[in-house]
T-cell receptor, first 110, second 113 residues
């Protein structure tokens, strides 16, 4: 059974600082997705990672995938308030539905 | 934006009554999913479908049933609603051959009183 663990689950960070969210998963997969969710809203796709070593960047966010370590990271550079949201990783193990981590609630404070 | 619509968006119902939530897509994606989201649990899969009349259970399927008679529609039924089924329900669609992510509907907030 595929298990996906994110950490931390809660993250309070100061504006301008850097931090990384981790997503570990338990079985072989080379497809991983990152989503963002604002309070009361649906999930919005951020990144699609489809191979070992994949790296995607959008603004202050950068995601990477290491399939050998079964690890993806979401790195935040010079955080700003607008990045406050909950971030989910989701893993596709092939022929099974996506399994989500519990989410990381990020709060960026001045 | 992916063409995926959930209805209703909000519903309050009484314990013991049946409730049906609808998910409609215009993308012709094969896979459709129902998730529920509760604080501290992230998203948990209820049921999913990989084609018309092809469905399977997820990790929290007890008390729920689904039907997919057309590619575009995926219905979730709570046969006899209980307070523990108060939650936000999300429908999602995906097409694995496209190598793209799953796209989510706007969600349905269901309250069982």
């Amino acid at each position: 059974e595929l298990k996906v663990e994110q950490n931390p689950l809660f993250l309070s960070m100061q504006e301008g600082k850097n931090y990384t969210i981790y997503c570990n998963y338990s079985t072989t997969s080379d497809r991983l997705y990152w989503y963002r969710q604002d309070p009361g809203k649906s999930l919005e796709s951020l990144f699609v990672l489809l191979s070992n070593g994949a790296v995607k960047q959008e603004g202050r966010l950068m995601a990477s995938l290491d399939t050998k370590a079964r690890l993806s990271t979401l790195h935040i550079t010079a955080a700003v308030h607008d990045l406050s949201a909950t971030y989910f990783c989701a893993v596709d193990a092939g022929n099974t539905p996506l399994v989500f981590g519990k989410g990381t609630r990020l709060s960026v404070i001045a | 934006d992916a063409g995926i619509t959930q209805s209703p968006r909000h519903k309050v119902t009484e314990t013991g009554t049946p409730v049906t939530l609808r998910c409609h897509q215009t993308e012709n994606h094969r896979y459709m999913y129902w998730y529920r989201q509760d604080p501290g649990h992230g998203l948990r899969l209820i049921h999913y479908s990989y084609g018309v009349k092809d469905t399977d259970k997820g990790e929290v399927s007890d008390g729920y049933s689904v039907s997919r008679s057309k590619t575009e529609d995926f219905l979730l039924t709570l046969e006899s609603a209980t307070s523990s089924q108060t939650s936000v329900y999300f429908c999602a669609i995906s097409e694995p051959v496209d190598n793209t992510e799953a796209f989510f509907g706007q969600g349905t907030r269901l309250t069982v009183v």
